[in-house]
């Protein structure tokens, strides 16, 4: 790796505890500190070392957060004129550059900067990124519009060219998953009996509640006798028992219903005409928010709920349904999903992951068949603060990158996928990875992605 405020040892500063801060006059900060310049490290590695490059670099610093980006451009050429190969001087040079929207001078510097910091600092990459984005943005709408001219052609009449359009056939299974939802599966059963198009089946597996779930269930099967088949054993987790429910059932079209949910009483008729109708395998619908007692939350009122309408109403902007998966589980939820039981065979059904178990069955399906977004809002999502996606933010993100980099390092072994549109590299090219990084991924995809790609801008390579 190349020098670096870590390992340059020319002129070095005082060993002593405390130096004075230069980004909070008056105060000093200790050697063993992080640094202030921002890089992560501790003063004594970072700014504690080469005391002209130091001065240069902090003024530096200060004037382009300060906005005085000539001045900032002047600064960083002073440092790197002593220390040419000083990525940290690089990488700010290269963001001055990205800032005013010079990128043929953007893209190098920060090229050469993330190659030097290699894995040390993943920011570097995360600006490169940026920066590749923005230069094969400029191609990515001519792209898009190809790759949906195509797949209209390949999907023309189901995929039948001269053919009849398909009929909405097939039966349909419910099925529920339960833990520990006492409180709403009156709720939810009903919601199930109300639908206008009913359902042919209806399968309940309780994984081992404690609240008495099991009891409640009961009483609405001797209520409905013959309607409801349940099932009652130990907890083996959400995804396990959606797969097992899903085993069971003997409907083509499959619909899970979380126990803690309802359905408008239009759920199934509008998405059996939507998806079987449309000769589609698989889609979602919109979804409605409601609170602990069922009430519609109103727009303003939850930051998280506000999040997640933007991320359903988003969809419309993105290249297509399956490409939108990258940027965040537009589903919403396991329950709003509507697909083939053959589509749940053919990808294994779903993983055992507890908090992305519906967003991963998402990302596998669009490699087979392009979802379709049904707009009508059918499924009532409850927000109860006892969700599980709320249960540790940390543990659902870390499971969430896990899950991309399995995604994005399997791409380039995965094949030519069986969608048109599907999130790949082999229908993208290079508008696949620009999307990625778009969502936040930069730091998840495989090694070398984002600098090849930079290559290839800076060569001014077509995707």
Same mark, same amino acid.
């Given at each position: 790796?190349?020098?670096?405020?870590?390992?340059?040892?020319?002129?070095?500063?005082?060993?002593?505890?405390?130096?004075?801060?230069?980004?909070?006059?008056?105060?000093?900060?200790? =050697?063993?500190?992080?640094?202030?310049?921002?890089?992560?490290?501790?003063?004594?590695?970072?700014?504690?070392?080469?005391?002209?490059?130091?001065?240069?670099?902090?003024?530096?610093?200060?004037?382009?957060?300060?906005?005085?980006?000539?001045?900032?451009?002047?600064?960083?050429?002073?440092?790197?004129?002593?220390?040419?190969?000083?990525?940290?001087?690089?990488?700010?040079?290269?963001?001055?550059?990205?800032?005013?929207?010079?990128?043929?001078?953007?893209?190098?510097?920060?090229?050469?900067?993330? =190659?030097?910091?290699?894995?040390?600092?993943?920011?570097?990459?995360?600006?490169?990124?940026?920066?590749?984005?923005?230069?094969?943005?400029?191609?990515?709408?001519?792209?898009?519009?190809?790759?949906?001219?195509?797949?209209?052609?390949?999907?023309?009449?189901?995929?039948?060219?001269?053919?009849?359009?398909?009929?909405?056939?097939?039966?349909?299974?419910?099925?529920?998953?339960?833990?520990? &939802?006492?409180?709403?599966?009156?709720?939810?059963?009903?919601?199930?009996?109300?639908?206008?198009?009913?359902?042919?089946?209806?399968?309940?597996?309780?994984?081992?509640?404690?609240?008495?779930?099991?009891?409640?269930?009961?009483?609405?099967?001797?209520?409905?006798?013959?309607?409801?088949?349940?099932?009652?054993?130990?907890?083996?987790?959400?995804?396990?028992?959606?797969?097992?429910?899903?085993?069971?059932?003997?409907?083509?079209?499959?619909?899970?219903?979380?126990?803690?949910?309802?359905?408008?009483?239009? =759920?199934?008729?509008?998405?059996?005409?939507?998806?079987?109708?449309?000769?589609?395998?698989?889609?979602?619908?919109?979804?409605?928010?409601?609170?602990?007692?069922?009430?519609?939350?109103?727009?303003?009122?939850?930051?998280?709920?506000?999040?997640?309408?933007?991320?359903?109403?988003?969809?419309?902007?993105?290249?297509?349904?399956?490409?939108?998966?990258?940027?965040?589980?537009?589903?919403?939820?396991?329950?709003?999903?509507?697909?083939?039981?053959?589509?749940?065979?053919?990808?294994?059904?779903?993983?055992?992951?507890?908090?992305? &178990?519906?967003?991963?069955?998402?990302?596998?399906?669009?490699?087979?068949?392009?979802?379709?977004?049904?707009?009508?809002?059918?499924?009532?999502?409850?927000?109860?603060?006892?969700?599980?996606?709320?249960?540790?933010?940390?543990?659902?993100?870390?499971?969430?990158?896990?899950?991309?980099?399995?995604?994005?390092?399997?791409? =380039?072994?995965?094949?030519?996928?069986?969608?048109?549109?599907?999130?790949?590299?082999?229908?993208?090219?290079?508008?696949?990875?620009?999307?990625?990084?778009?969502?936040? &991924?930069?730091?998840?995809?495989?090694?070398?992605?984002?600098?090849?790609?930079?290559?290839?801008?800076?060569?001014?390579?077509?995707?």
């Amino acid at each position: 790796m190349a020098a670096s405020f870590i390992d340059i040892a020319s002129t070095a500063m005082p060993d002593h505890r405390d130096v004075p801060d230069p980004f909070a006059p008056g105060r000093s900060i200790g =050697r063993n500190e992080r640094c202030p310049c921002g890089s992560g490290r501790r003063h004594k590695t970072c700014c504690g070392r080469d005391a002209k490059v130091v001065a240069r670099m902090q003024a530096a610093m200060l004037a382009q957060r300060a906005g005085a980006l000539d001045e900032a451009r002047a600064l960083y050429g002073e440092v790197l004129a002593r220390a040419p190969e000083l990525p940290d001087a690089l990488h700010m040079l290269g963001l001055i550059d990205l800032t005013c929207g010079d990128l043929d001078s953007a893209l190098p510097r920060l090229l050469a900067s993330a =190659r030097r910091f290699g894995d040390a600092w993943l920011p570097a990459r995360q600006s490169l990124g940026t920066a590749v984005a923005a230069a094969h943005g400029v191609r990515a709408m001519q792209q898009t519009r190809s790759r949906w001219f195509d797949a209209r052609l390949a999907s023309a009449h189901g995929g039948a060219p001269g053919g009849a359009p398909p009929v909405a056939g097939g039966s349909i299974s419910v099925v529920i998953p339960s833990y520990n &939802h006492a409180r709403y599966l009156g709720e939810a059963i009903a919601s199930v009996v109300a639908q206008t198009r009913p359902a042919d089946e209806v399968i309940v597996i309780d994984d081992g509640s404690t609240d008495g779930s099991a009891d409640v269930l009961a009483s609405h099967v001797r209520e409905r006798p013959g309607a409801i088949r349940l099932i009652t054993r130990e907890n083996r987790g959400a995804a396990a028992t959606i797969n097992e429910a899903i085993g069971l059932a003997g409907g083509e079209w499959i619909n899970i219903l979380n126990s803690d949910d309802r359905f408008p009483p239009h =759920r199934l008729a509008t998405m059996h005409a939507a998806i079987a109708g449309t000769g589609a395998d698989w889609g979602y619908s919109r979804v409605d928010f409601v609170d602990d007692a069922g009430r519609a939350i109103a727009p303003g009122t939850s930051d998280w709920v506000d999040a997640h309408r933007r991320l359903i109403d988003g969809v419309g902007a993105c290249d297509s349904v399956g490409l939108a998966f990258l940027e965040g589980n537009r589903a919403i939820s396991s329950g709003a999903l509507y697909f083939r039981r053959s589509l749940w065979q053919a990808l294994g059904g779903f993983a055992d992951l507890r908090y992305n &178990h519906d967003w991963d069955f998402c990302l596998r399906a669009t490699r087979l068949s392009e979802p379709r977004f049904v707009a009508t809002p059918s499924y009532d999502y409850r927000c109860h603060g006892r969700n599980t996606i709320l249960e540790s933010r940390e543990r659902a993100r870390a499971e969430c990158d896990a899950m991309f980099r399995r995604w994005y390092g399997a791409d =380039r072994e995965s094949g030519r996928p069986g969608s048109p549109l599907a999130p790949s590299s082999a229908v993208w090219g290079d508008l696949y990875a620009v999307r990625a990084i778009g969502a936040g &991924h930069a730091a998840l995809l495989p090694p070398g992605t984002i600098e090849r790609l930079a290559e290839r801008a800076i060569a001014g390579a077509h995707p």
